[in-house]
């Protein structure tokens, strides 16, 4: 009697973690990766634009007079930890633990509740104060920039409760795995553009 060898490509296989395990939904995330490729090259463009426009304040509020260091360093806090918790999201839904991976999907779509709240807090408070985006060419490139970021973590939490509801009804399947896994991707990208904005726009902003 011979013994049949287990095939390279099934421990391949048997390697891939389960949201990777379908081809068709492998090639999804690929395509969700150009997706986020495409996202880069909007925010290049808002932030070159930014960076030519901060100081064409036609005499009006500059970035220092109108930042409030606590606020945005809440902000930053507040995302980066949601990063956080967006990661443990993943890790769950790779250990197939679905309950899990709701919880820290409510928690990280609650502090992204928290991030737009003070956002809004922010441009609440500046418009009050005269600046508006047609106050200069400053105010129209920080708002622009600023805000495209803000609607797409709005974007990012209504995105994260559907996945979360279907997690629940679902369980951890290939689907519900790549959801997950992208809407992390997703996450962490704008945590990513974030930090980039925390020092192009807002440190910067402070110091000159």
Known sequence: MTLSRPRLSDAVVEEKTIEYRDPAESLKI??????????MLLFACLFATYVLLHTHTAGGPTARTLFDVPGFVAETFILLTSSFTGGLATYEMQRQRPKAVAVWLAVTMLLGLAFVGLEAQEFIHDVEMGATMSRSAFLSAFFTLVGTHGSHVSVGIVW?????????????????ARKVFNVGLYWHFLDVVWVFIFTVVYLTGMVM
């Not at 690929?30 to 996202?39: I, N, R, V």
């Not at 679902?170 to 689907?175: D, F, K, S, V």
Request: glycine content about 8%; charged content about 5%; proline content about 4%.
């Open 160 to 176: 994260m409760l559907a996945i979360l509801i279907q997690v629940l009804r679902q369980g951890i399947t290939p689907q519900t």
């Open 30 to 39: 690929f395509g969700f990766w150009l997706f986020l490729a495409t996202d």
